[in-house]
């Protein structure tokens, strides 16, 4: 099994920043690609950032040139930086491990219990 841990969330005002951190730990080997889904209030999940072992990202329209993954593999962690942030960024953040090599929506076997960050306008 994997666990994943997230931590970082909180409230910050629009136009702050936060920086997300997932630690993965256990059977790390059959993750493939990382990504952080986040729900917003009465929404949907929604795949805002994603990236491969290799260092493939993909983002969400909605996050792109704000939002940026990036990987420690030494730490098993991936990092979720969050600049610009918007009142309608306001959710759950949750890190999930994939076990196929895509920055898509398959294969998202592994959750963590979610961060709550919130956006005050």
């Known amino acids: 099994q994997v666990q994943l841990v997230e931590s970082g969330g909180g409230l910050v005002q629009a136009g702050g920043s936060l920086r997300l951190s997932c630690a993965a730990s256990?059977?790390?080997?059959?993750?493939?690609?990382m990504g952080w889904y986040r729900r917003a209030p009465g929404k949907g999940n929604e795949l805002a950032a994603s990236i491969t072992n290799d260092g493939v990202t993909g983002y969400a329209d909605s996050v792109k040139g704000r939002f940026t993954i990036s990987r420690d593999n030494g730490k098993n962690t991936v990092y979720l930086q969050m600049n610009s942030l918007k009142p309608e960024d306001t959710g759950v953040y949750y890190c999930a491990g994939s076990t196929i090599a895509t920055t898509g929506l398959d294969g998202y076997d592994y959750w963590g219990h979610g961060t709550q960050v919130t956006v005050s306008s």
């Open positions: 256990g059977s790390i080997f059959l993750i493939k690609a």
